[in-house]
């Protein structure tokens, strides 16, 4: 793992979900999601991100667009400020569509992986500075930004998961 934010990230969905058993990964009240869920929601945002790098780095360049106003806040809010703000609709793509509990945490696992080489490729090729991709809400993102994304978001779905745990 090259990045310190995607290890920290790493780090604390395996300790949140150490020796959780299905039942308890399925499980969640009405109209929430479970911790399996949760997970596949991350593991899905993170292969999207993967595939986007892997386009850039096909095409040799940058496919963000110019940041405006509103992506410039919601950046500085979100990657500056590490606060993801509650209540806001996952994009379609990265709804959890209901992979099996037991495969969900080898898969997060996995697509956080592959994430981590792409951003470290992408950084080889274009730098850490250079925004190399939309995010669909926050606008472009460099490397540095991504890494950090990718931490805010996956530390705000633990917290979730924290509550799911203290419920039995």
Known sequence: ??????????????????GMSEDQLVRHPDGKWSTAL????????FTGTTKGLARCLEAGRSSASAPTLKHRVTT???????????GAQ????????????EKVRQTVHESLIA???????????????VAVLDHPILGPLSVRQW???HWVHARHH??????LRARR
Not at 76 to 86: E, M, N, Q, T
Not at 93 to 100: N, S
């Open 90 to 101: 996952a994009p379609e793509r990265t709804r959890p569509k209901g992979i099996p509990a």
């Open 115 to 129: 994430m981590d080489e792409a951003l470290a490729r992408c950084e080889q090729r274009f730098g850490h500075r």
């Open 1 to 18: 793992m090259t990045s310190a934010y995607l290890r920290r990230a790493l780090e604390v969905i395996e300790a949140a979900t150490e």
């Open 38 to 45: 949760i997970l596949e929601h991350l593991a899905l945002a």
């Open 158 to 163: 633990l917290k979730q998961v924290a509550q």
């Open 147 to 149: 890494r950090k994304f």
């Open 76 to 86: 500085a809010i979100v990657v500056g400020l590490g606060y993801l703000p509650s």
